[in-house]
C-alpha cells in the first residue's frame, strides 16, 4: 500500500474509533494515529530485570528443547544505528532463558548483524529462518536466493554448521513448483537443517502438505484477536488442526502474539484509555492468553525491540497465570480491535482476518464481560 492510501486510511480508523460510543465500551475512546515509541531514550533505559524460570518445551517430536518465547529479530531500519543496545537485548534474552532467535529471511536488513549478535553464543542458541527471501515468495522476484543458495548464506553468515528451524511458505493445493521443498528435505538429510516447517494462512492449507512432505512444525496466528478459543469458542476449526498436528508429532508454533505491528499502536493506545488504573499490562495480558490458552504452542514468534519488552515478555513466562482483570480488558479490547482490522491491516497481512471472530463479540458466548 503507498504511503499516501496508507495514511489516509489510518485517519479513516481513528474517526471510526472516535465515534465509539456507549454501546462498544461505555465510553467513547480518542486515539490518534501514532508508532510505537523507539526513541533513544527508550533504547537506553535501565530496567530491572525480571525473575524466574523460562520454561521449555520439545518441538514435536523433533527432540529439539525449545524455550516457550523466541526472540523474533524483526527490526526497523530506524533501529539499525543502535546496535550495542539490541546486543544487550540479546544477551539479556538469552540470560533469562530464551534459546531460539528468528531471524526471518536473508534479504533483510536485521540479518547480517544478527549473525555479529549470535556469534558468541551460537553453540547455545537455536536459530529459525525462512527458506527463501522475502521477495520471492511475496512479489514473485526471480533474481532473490533460491532455498538452496539462501541456506548457504545462512549458514555462512550465522556461522555455523547446521540451522536449527527452517520453514518455507505452504503452497496452494495443485500448485506445480515443489522444488524448494525437496531442497529443503535433502538439506535436512545431509544435516545442514535439523527441522523443516512451514507458516500457514488458514487451518486447511495445511491438509494437502500433510501427506506429502515429513514436516517437523507448522506456524500460525495465534493472539487475543485472531483465533479465538481461549474460552471455548472454536473459531475455523483450530482445535481440530491442533490436534491433527499433534497426532502426527508436528510441532505448534505460534506467530503475531500481538496482532502485528499494525495493530499495536493503537491497540496500546486504546489499552491505556480501558485501564485506568494504569497497572495492566497489555504485552503481558496478550502472552498469558496464548500461554494459558488449549493451543498450548511449543513455543511463540514474538518480535521485540527494547530492553523493555525483553523484559516485560519474558516476565509473562515466569509469571504465567492471567488475572481476572486481564481477561476483562482483553474481552473490551476486541471490540477496539475489530473496528480497526480491516482498514489497518496491509493487503498481505489480509490473512489476518480469517482467524478472527464472525460478527459482533457477544460477551456470554466468550465468558468475558
Known amino acids: 500500500m503507498k504511503r499516501r492510501a496508507f495514511v489516509a486510511k489510518a485517519f479513516a480508523v481513528m474517526a471510526a474509533l472516535e465515534s465509539m460510543g456507549c454501546s462498544a ?12 515509541d523507539y526513541s533513544p531514550e527508550i533504547l537506553k533505559e535501565k530496567r530491572d530485570r525480571p525473575k ?65 549478535h549470535l556469534a558468541p553464543i551460537k553453540n547455545d542458541v537455536l536459530v529459525s529462518v525462512h527458506a527463501t527471501e522475502y521477495d520471492q515468495v511475496y512479489k ?4 532473490t536466493l533460491s532455498a538452496e543458495k539462501g541456506i548457504e548464506k545462512t549458514l555462512r553468515v550465522m556461522r555455523r554448521d547446521c540451522i536449527d528451524l527452517v520453514r518455507n511458505y505452504c503452497p496452494e493445493p495443485g500448485h506445480k513448483n515443489l522444488k524448494n521443498w525437496e531442497i529443503l528435505f535433502k538439506m535436512k538429510e545431509k544435516g545442514y537443517i535439523r ?24 506456524v500460525f496466528p495465534h493472539n487475543f484477536y485472531h483465533n479465538l478459543n481461549y474460552t471455548g ?12 498436528l499433534r497426532d502426527r508429532g508436528i510441532g505448534v508454533i505460534v506467530m503475531k502474539p500481538f496482532a502485528s505491528e499494525w495493530f499495536i499502536p493503537h491497540l496500546l493506545q ?64 476486541r471490540k477496539v480491535t475489530k473496528v480497526i482490522a480491516d482498514s489497518v491491516l496491509p493487503d498481505h497481512y489480509k490473512f489476518l482476518q480469517d482467524w478472527g471472530p464472525d460478527g459482533t463479540l457477544c460477551r456470554d458466548k466468550i465468558g468475558l464481560t
Do not use: C
Not at 75 to 86: Q, V
Not at 140 to 143: A, K, L, T, Y
Not at 233 to 244: D, E, F, H, S, T
Not at 302 to 310: D, N, P, Q
Open 25 to 36: 465500551l461505555g465510553k467513547k475512546i480518542k486515539l490518534t494515529r501514532g508508532q510505537v
Open 52 to 116: 524466574g524460570t523460562m520454561p521449555m518445551k520439545e518441538l514435536g517430536t523433533t527432540g529439539i528443547e525449545i524455550s516457550k518465547l523466541t526472540f523474533g529479530s524483526h527490526m526497523t531500519k530506524e533501529l539499525i544505528p543502535y546496535e550495542k543496545e539490541r546486543e544487550f537485548q540479546i544477551r539479556e534474552a538469552h540470560d533469562l532463558g530464551i534459546n531460539i532467535f528468528d531471524v526471518y529471511d536473508s534479504s533483510s536488513h536485521q540479518f547480517e548483524p544478527m549473525g555479529r
Open 140 to 143: 514473485g522476484n526471480s533474481e
Open 195 to 218: 527441522a523443516v516447517g512451514t507458516p500457514i494462512h488458514s487451518p486447511t492449507q495445511i491438509d494437502h502438505l500433510l501427506d506429502v512432505y515429513p514436516l517437523d512444525f507448522v
Open 233 to 244: 469458542l472454536n473459531v475455523k476449526g483450530v482445535p481440530a488442526m491442533v490436534k491433527k
Open 270 to 333: 486504546a489499552s491505556k484509555e480501558i485501564d485506568e488504573t494504569g497497572e495492566l499490562s497489555l504485552p503481558q495480558a496478550m502472552l498469558r492468553y496464548i500461554i494459558n490458552s488449549e493451543v498450548d504452542a511449543d513455543t511463540t514468534m514474538g518480535g521485540m525491540y527494547s530492553i523493555k519488552e525483553v523484559y516485560e515478555n519474558i516476565e509473562a513466562y515466569f509469571n504465567p497465570a492471567m488475572t481476572p482483570e486481564e481477561k476483562k480488558h482483553l474481552g473490551k479490547l
